[in-house]
Every structure is written in structure tokens, then in C-alpha cells.
């Protein structure tokens, strides 16, 4: 079982070829292609910020093939992506294909493009219909995420497109491609309020899931910190994967571990990161 991180925070304070680089010499296999700043997006206005990263620019692919030669250079590989997101806002949506472009340069094979949290099955289909020609084009698959809502009078979680199991199938199934996946979010499973429970999703999603972000929480809010440091149960879900015979990476989302590090220090966290997905890796191995 092969391991992998998403490059988002560290490229916050090292950039992303720094950070391509450490993620190699921590001992990964691969780099997830975290493009959320390719759209800036402000969630009080619900429209775009300016932007000068390059992957905003017209010079947009050099930079996903200088991040590969990086990561090729030190020995890894770009397994997967995830574009910019949310898709309600239609600014968003319009870089979904330069996402798919830039996984494609990158080397990738999945990119990961968030379901509209507030539509059916049905009505997302037909954004991922639109994607999936180009899509194949580039020979990149387009999984979907299982989603989370807020409920601030109960203060948990609360239903979003592909949160439960059922919802996650229907949305699979009502595309029907072979280069429409599943990515299962470990930790939005695990939320209370929401989600159905990371090993129900796995054995329910079966040969549809190709793809996980994993990290832990307190089964109550959305963390995205270290596995092993919360409170999920690993063991279960690692028996779940080993169950359905999964054959994708195991993919750390888990980045806002590195919050607490700065340039000088945040090798040693994605170290700790790659030391966390190596031992459940071995679990799945050892299963």
C-alpha cells in the first residue's frame, strides 16, 4: 500500500516545490495536488478574490510540469488532485477544467471536484457530465467527496450531497462512468450528525471507492489533523478497505497538522504525517 499527503499548508509557508520535495524526503510515495489557490474564494462575498498565484496565470501548466519534475527528480510520483471548490459559485467552476488540465501535466490520475453540497444526485450529474469528456481526454478520472453541512442550533453536522452512504452510491451510480469515482473523506464520515461512519461508507461504496482523504477528529468537527492523535478508530476502517479489496493510495488530507510548524520546523511535521500513513498503511498490509 502505497502513501501520499496533499501539498496545501506546507505550500502556505514553503511553497509547493519545497514542499513536493520534503513530502519525497519524508519517506512518501506520492504528492496530492492541492489547487485551491488556482481560485481565491471569498465565502462572505460568494465571489473571487484577485489572485497572482500561477496556477491563476496563463503559464498555468508550466507550473504543474515543474511540480512533477520535482517530485520525479526526488523519486515520487503526483497520484491525485483536488480542484478549487465550491462548485456553487460558477467563477469556481469555470477552473475545474484547467484542475483537470493541471492533473493531467502534473501526472495525476483522479481529481477530486466537490459535488454542490446542496444539490441531489441527479442535479450533480449533470456538472460531472459536462467535465467527463474532457476528463477523458486527459486520461483523469473525476472522483466526487462525500460532503458536510453545518447545523448551528444543534451545533453538529448536518446532511450534504454524498454524506450517507445511499447518497454517496446514488451519486456514483447516476453518472455510471468508468472515470467517475468515489473519494471517501475519512474524517466527514466520521462527523457526527452527517455522516454514515468511514467503514459503513467503505463496504457500502465497494468497488465504486478509488480514492481516500484520511485524517482524524473528534467525530464532531472537521479537524483534518494527524491520524491516531483523535479520536477515530483506525482498525475498523482499515478492515473495511481490506474487505471490499481496495487497491487506491492511502491519501493524508490531514495537513492542518502542520499549522503549528514554520519553515524551519515543518519537516519534522510532514516526517510525523509520513510516519502516521506509514503505520496505516502496514495495518492495511498486515490485515
Known amino acids: 500500500m502505497k502513501t501520499s499527503t496533499q501539498i496545501e499548508i506546507a505550500s502556505q509557508v514553503i511553497g509547493e516545490e519545497k514542499t513536493v520535495e520534503y513530502i519525497a524526503k519524508a519517506g512518501f510515495d506520492a504528492w496530492d495536488f492541492s489547487m485551491f489557490a488556482m481560485c481565491k474564494y471569498d465565502w462572505g462575498k460568494g465571489s473571487l478574490l484577485e489572485n497572482d498565484h500561477p496556477l491563476a496565470g496563463n503559464n498555468y501548466l508550466a507550473f504543474a510540469r515543474r511540480l512533477k519534475k520535482i517530485g520525479l527528480d526526488n523519486g515520487i510520483v503526483c497520484n491525485q488532485s483536488h480542484a478549487p471548490f465550491p462548485p456553487s459559485c460558477q467563477e469556481v467552476r469555470s477552473y475545474f477544467k484547467r484542475a483537470i488540465e493541471c492533473t493531467a501535466e502534473a501526472g495525476g490520475k483522479i481529481c477530486v471536484i466537490h459535488p454542490d453540497n446542496n444539490k441531489s444526485a441527479d442535479e450533480n450529474a449533470e456538472m460531472y457530465f459536462e467535465l467527463l469528456p474532457f476528463a477523458k481526454e486527459h486520461h483523469v478520472k473525476i472522483a466526487t467527496e462525500n460532503m458536510w453541512n453545518w447545523d448551528a442550533e444543534r451545533d453538529e453536522s448536518s446532511f450534504a450531497a454524498c454524506a450517507t452512504s445511499e447518497s454517496f452510491v446514488d451519486h456514483i451510480d447516476a453518472v455510471n462512468d468508468d472515470f467517475f469515482v468515489a473519494c471517501l473523506d475519512i474524517g466527514h464520515a466520521e462527523m457526527r450528525g452527517s455522516g454514515s461512519g468511514a467503514a459503513n461508507m467503505i463496504r457500502a461504496l465497494g ?77 492495511f498490509e498486515n490485515a
Open 207 to 283: 468497488h465504486r471507492l478509488k480514492a481516500l482523504h484520511i485524517h482524524d477528529n473528534d467525530k464532531w468537527h472537521d479537524s483534518h489533523q494527524i491520524p491516531f492523535s483523535m479520536s477515530i478508530d483506525y482498525g475498523n476502517i482499515v478492515k473495511a478497505l481490506k474487505d471490499i479489496d481496495y487497491h487506491g493510495w492511502f491519501t493524508l488530507e490531514a495537513d492542518y497538522y502542520l499549522k503549528k510548524f514554520n519553515a524551519d520546523t515543518i519537516f519534522d511535521g510532514i516526517k510525523d504525517l509520513y510516519a502516521a500513513d506509514r503505520k496505516l498503511a502496514d495495518m
